[in-house]
């Protein structure tokens, strides 16, 4: 190998460990983006896959909560970060993509940025990016939670915290869990029991859902919720069956399922419209 060669492989290698700053992406692009790293951009997303927010059922509160929550962060008013815990299948992460598009019905200019847990490592460098941008900004992590091993929630502190930087004033942050301090409960256990000092090992990592100054909880839904659920989506998509058979129908569906939810009451519904011959666009 020339010396030449040994040079570009050199230079290669240190650009990749320490690659040049992005550029400004073109935010104008779209009203959703997704964060992707090696390398570092932002995709924007042409069209996001939710559902109307009128169509979640059983979750008024928390719907109306976030909503105003997230009004007034596109108002450049104060907001919380929002930590959304609960049982799955219930909405949590329909219900954040759908606050963003009321947000934006309603007239207000506001950017959703959806991250994956694997890559809160970056996120200093995505917050570098947002920080003087024009746009307010929501980041989105669905199905949040960390194993006994796991350093990404220190990361995460940088969003919830800002550390000396401060978090961007242009920025909050969402998340969905189905644990309500985003780890299983007999992890917390074992780091009592097995720790020198058991209650400063368990606080480090339980105190970070405490950082999320919003905490909205989702609860199994009755019977009459899951089947609410569905004749809601009937009426908006324009499929008609008879009460009585849609119930019997539905409650074998969940029944087979071992669960009743929003998720559920959704697959029950495609697999009706579908033996109807109606199309979901």
């Not at 996120?123 to 920080?131: A, E, N, Q």
């Not at 405490?210 to 659920?229: I, K, N, S, T, V």
Request: hydrophobic share 40%; net charge negative.
């Amino acid at each position: 190998m020339s010396d030449a060669d040994a040079l570009t492989r050199i230079a290669d290698a240190l650009e990749r460990m320490s690659p040049a700053p992005l550029s400004a992406p073109d935010f104008g692009a779209a009203d959703a983006f997704v964060w992707h790293t090696a390398p570092d951009r932002l995709e924007p997303v042409p069209k996001v896959n939710r559902v109307a927010i009128e169509l979640l059922i059983g979750v008024n509160r928390s719907r109306d909560t976030l909503l105003e929550n997230t009004l007034q962060f596109a108002r450049g008013l104060p907001a919380n970060n929002a930590l959304l815990w609960g049982a799955r299948g219930m909405g949590k992460s329909s219900l954040v993509k759908a606050v963003h598009a009321e947000v934006l019905r309603r007239g207000e200019a506001l950017k959703i940025v959806e991250v994956q847990r694997e890559d809160l490592p970056t996120i200093s460098r995505l917050l570098g990016l947002l920080r003087n941008s024009p746009y307010r900004f929501l980041l989105f992590c669905d199905d949040l939670s960390f194993s006994h091993d796991d350093e990404h929630y220190k990361s995460l502190k940088a969003v919830l915290d800002g550390g000396i930087e401060g978090r961007p004033e242009n920025v909050v942050f969402y998340a969905t869990s189905n644990r309500r301090h985003l780890m299983p409960r007999d992890m917390i256990e074992n780091e009592r029991s097995s720790a020198i000092n058991p209650s400063e090992a368990v606080e480090e990592k339980v105190s970070l859902s405490d950082r999320f100054g919003l905490w909205l909880g989702f609860h199994p839904c009755d019977q009459d919720e899951y089947l609410a659920m569905i004749q809601g989506y009937c009426d908006a998509y324009g499929v008609t069956i008879d009460s009585d058979t849609m119930r019997a129908e539905a409650i074998e569906w969940q029944a087979t399922r071992g669960a009743r939810s929003g998720r559920v009451a959704w697959q029950y519904f495609v697999d009706l419209a579908g033996r109807k011959g109606v199309a979901l666009s």
